[in-house]
């Protein structure tokens, strides 16, 4: 855990009786690296704190050691046997649970009040049991019990807790409550562009895979105008939308939007919404860079390709490379989004993908990641690719390319996941591969995908991929056949390349 939990409960526990006015001294590059790193470990927290914990006074764990009774930890003499399992074990065996058995333990002791009180036991319920049909209110907990009941829940009687140190859940509850530092939005390296050719995004961008801003390509969209919350209820009234692994009404979905605040937010990401509400497809039309999308030729059997996606502030995807090795661009029509992105060869820190590609594991949280591994990244000889999209602008991710994004306030969006001349190849070998049944995704007939795809495209573009295979052997070539001048030369600074 970060030393940053400590120093925080640290200046919470030991208030200073008076402030002492120092001399302030020049800032030199040295301090100004020291107060970068001294940075990285104080958080704020927001002034609308979440209600989960608000009455379990939990610590972390190197507060025991400023603590009064500083060998008395609540948390291990109130679980008997079962303090030896470390917090996620017992969460993850608390989460078999049904509700009344997990209820009931917590009736057991203080800590297992405060184990079984915490609210994701208590969403993975609502979500299992109540699917999208539930009024949010409060917390998960007080949601679950007034789904079940009809009536809103009664306000527990207040119970005393002291003394209480894990730093799991401590960790969950910082990362829910604590504000999004400014100095993770500092960094925006992002090449900007407006009116870009066609021509220009080809060459520069799209043929050498490098991710772009573009400003002023959906100005005429009329959902930039059109799409306020008004009008977004009136138009998708009594439609339902996928929200996780539910679906919810829209207007469900902006209640618990405008009550929720959690470390992970439900995120609205739906594949269908154009055709379940064709006003929403009419509202906005591709930008002119990504017309040419060749995954079109298979019709209705195409992959999932486009989706809405709407979120509270916090809420928004871990690190992951887009499906099927294509392309993708990413429209705000309301709000704003920050942007991590690493090229196809840098596997961010904390994320462990597995030797086939097939899963990733990321076991930490957006917010967590920005906490314990964005300061890493500073010192990599290839540091991420940063930015903010704000409404009204475009960001292209290539294909490969590993991202993370967060939405920054409430938040809209449309994506879209396509193919063109540049990408087909890599799309084809992909859908090809021995593990093409788990690879996949998007559609229910995943090892037909690569025959059915490029079948459709030799009959509608006749020569095509044997084209692009010979232009790509001619490139590889070229490359190949560099005269020693050329390999031995440094094109960037004029110097020599040696290789040891």
């Not at 989706?307 to 916090?314: H, S, T």
Request: charged share 25%; glycine share 6%.
């Amino acid at each position: 855990m970060p030393r940053g939990f400590l120093a925080l409960t640290k200046l919470k526990l030991d208030k200073p009786k008076m402030k002492i006015k120092k001399k302030r001294k020049p800032k030199t590059l040295q301090t100004s690296i020291e107060q970068d790193q001294d940075s990285n470990f104080a958080f704020n927290l927001k002034q609308t704190s979440s209600s989960s914990l608000a009455h379990l006074p939990i610590q972390p764990l190197g507060n025991l050691l400023l603590g009064p009774n500083c060998r008395i930890n609540l948390r291990d003499t109130g679980l008997g046997n079962l303090y030896r399992l470390p917090d996620d074990l017992l969460l993850d065996i608390l989460s078999l649970l049904g509700a009344t058995d997990l209820a009931g333990f917590s009736t057991a002791s203080k800590s297992a009040y405060v184990f079984s009180s915490h609210d994701p036991l208590w969403r993975s319920l609502v979500l299992s049991n109540f699917d999208g049909q539930f009024s949010f209110i409060q917390s998960w907990k007080c949601t679950y019990i007034s789904s079940l009941t009809g009536k809103p829940p009664s306000m527990p009687k207040s119970l005393k807790i002291a003394n209480f140190y894990s730093d799991y859940l401590f960790q969950s509850y910082l990362c829910t409550n604590m504000e999004f530092k400014s100095e993770w939005l500092k960094r925006d390296d992002i090449q900007r562009r407006r009116g870009l050719s066609v021509e220009e995004f080809i060459s520069c961008f799209e043929e050498p895979n490098k991710p772009v801003l573009l400003e002023g390509c959906i100005d005429t969209w009329p959902a930039i105008k059109k799409w306020t919350r008004g009008y977004l209820l009136e138009t998708c009234s009594g439609t339902e939308f996928a929200v996780g692994p539910v679906k919810m009404p829209l207007e469900k979905y902006f209640q618990y939007s405008d009550s929720v605040q959690e470390e992970r937010p439900l995120y609205l990401f739906d594949p269908k919404f154009a055709d379940k509400v064709t006003q929403l497809g009419s509202d906005f039309d591709v930008p002119v860079y990504f017309r040419e999308d060749l995954f079109s030729v298979l019709g209705k059997e195409r992959p999932d390709y486009r989706w809405i996606i709407m979120g509270p502030a916090g809420s928004g995807s871990s690190f992951h490379v887009d499906p099927n090795s294509t392309s993708a661009w990413n429209a705000v029509i309301k709000g704003s989004k920050k942007w991590i992105l690493f090229p196809p060869e840098v596997v961010p820190p904390g994320v462990h993908p597995s030797p086939d590609g097939a899963e990733v594991a990321c076991p930490v949280s957006i917010m967590e990641w920005f906490m314990n591994f964005y300061g890493s990244c500073r010192d990599w000889e290839k540091r991420p690719v940063e930015c903010v999209c704000k409404a009204g602008e475009v960001i292209f991710v290539p294909n490969g390319w590993w991202h993370l994004v967060i939405n920054l306030e409430e938040s809209i969006a449309i994506t879209q996941n396509y193919v063109s001349r540049r990408n087909l190849l890599n799309v084809l070998d992909f859908l090809k591969k021995p593990n093409a049944s788990v690879l996949v995704s998007g559609t229910n007939d995943r090892i037909n995908l690569h025959d059915k795809f490029k079948n459709a495209i030799d009959a509608k573009y006749p020569g095509l991929i044997n084209q692009l295979k010979l232009k790509a052997e001619e490139k590889a070539a070229k490359q190949k056949k560099m005269t020693f001048w050329e390999s031995a030369a440094d094109s960037n600074s004029g110097g020599f390349k040696f290789s040891l």
